[in-house]
């Protein structure tokens, strides 16, 4: 008989409380199957490989770790997968009844907080904006060659 694979635990939106409601990379309940973090899933891949980190783990959370990036890496991605997860699909598909509605209650909740705290949410925004701006600049002013003085 064979073993049960592992399966991946997919990464949450940061408001959201770890653990509650979570969930595999393939949709399975989380609490029902015996899981693994992405970071402990790809050590697994380093240690052993692709074949045999593919014999221990569940290929459609393999495929979708690696196709799918974290808040970390882009929160833009990272919204967008649970918006396309809860509605079904691509955006423009028709939207699914069994995947609840949570994203879609989370956003009008942002909304509010914005709107009832418009002027700490655009001064956070500035703040973003210019440590980025910063960065680029020290980035460009890295990468050019210094003046040698004419040597």
Excluded at 118 to 133: D, G, H, K, Q, Y
Aim: net charge positive; proline share 3%; charged share 35%.
């Amino acid at each position: 008989m064979k073993e049960p694979v592992d399966h991946i635990l997919r990464p949450s939106l940061p408001w959201r409380r770890a653990g509650e409601g979570s969930i595999t990379e393939c949709g399975y309940d989380a609490t029902k199957v015996k899981t693994l973090t992405r970071e402990e899933f790809f050590s697994r891949v380093k240690e052993l490989g692709q074949q045999r980190a593919a014999m221990l783990t569940c290929m459609t959370c393999s495929d979708t770790a690696k196709r799918w990036g974290t808040w970390e890496d882009d929160p833009r991605m990272a919204v967008q997968r649970e918006i396309e997860w809860e509605r079904g699909g691509s955006y423009w598909s028709r939207g699914r009844s069994d995947r609840g509605m949570l994203m879609k209650d989370e956003l009008t909740a942002i909304n509010s907080l914005i709107e009832n705290h418009r002027e700490e949410f655009s001064s956070l925004v500035s703040e973003v904006e210019t440590r980025r701006a910063w960065v680029e600049k020290k980035a460009t002013r890295a990468s050019k060659p210094k003046d040698r003085g004419g040597l």
